[in-house]
């Protein structure tokens, strides 16, 4: 995943056959690297359009692949699967404080809490 849509990186990410997930948020951004060839393309920030911005993506662009970032909450991910999204990318929410000496316990308790609310249908 990268922070910006900068087509030579996709471009040499997709000659050597590696995924790249390019940041965007707008129309044209996403587009620009789901257009050079990106495996699916970041939102970034997420939280701001809400997951129905996925949809008024895909009208005139029907085939893009996107995968939301920022301010995605744990509880948001099935909404947003629901609504298109090829996956969601969490950091903050998931991750806590477990990388700064954190309770691991409590990074174990938000998988399972994770795990749960992907198995559960979504509510739209």
Partial sequence: M??????????TAVRAGVPIYPGGFTPTELWNGWNAGATAVKLFPASVVGPE????????FPDIQVVPSGGVSIEDVP??????????SLGGPLIGDALRGGDLGQLAERCRRLAGVVAEPAVA
Avoid: F
Avoid at 53 to 60: E, M
């Fill in 2 to 11: 990268t922070p910006t849509t900068n087509l030579d990186v996709i471009a």
């Fill in 53 to 60: 911005y996925i949809a008024h993506l895909r009208g005139p």
């Fill in 79 to 88: 909404v947003w699967i629901a609504a298109g999204a090829a996956a969601v």
